[in-house]
């Protein structure tokens, strides 16, 4: 893979979800902290999929989706992994189709990424920056401390994968 092409890093999350916040808190952390990178965009997309496939037609050869996970591991894992496979909007069945694109601004990562793919805007690169979540499932306002304390590791651990300066 080449880590040197353009690169979008979208945070993805709800704020009003707890641990949910970590896409977009780490958005927030990696612009404060990281240089500015003439090929690398950061942006906060929140639960609005349809700013992250209109971002998307600027043209990426890398995506990197930030967001909290359950991947059953300790709470504030991080882990970098390739999305290996993104549904085809055209195998969909019609009124699967209808239902799919009734309404594209609130949606999930998945949904946005098959609709970029339907648009031929999907980078071939894509990859989930996760950070294994503690609480996700009720409406309250802020991270747990392991996913809060993970933001920075995970800002350093992106910048020695994008192979970057010493962050």
Known sequence: MNRSGSILIAGVGNELRQDDAFGIEFVRAWTEKVPEYEHITAMEVGIAGIHLVQEL??????LILADAVDYKRNPGTISIERVAEISDLEEMPLDKKREFLADMHYTNPTRAMMLAKALSVLPEDVYILGC????????????????TAAIP??????????????I
């Not at 037609?57 to 890398?62: L, R, T, V």
């Open 57 to 62: 037609h600027a043209g990426y050869d890398i």
């Open 132 to 147: 294994q979540s503690a609480r996700h499932d009720d409406f309250d306002l802020g991270m747990s401390d392991e996913v």
């Open 153 to 166: 590791k995970a800002v350093k651990q992106l910048s020695q994968w994008l192979q970057l300066e010493n």
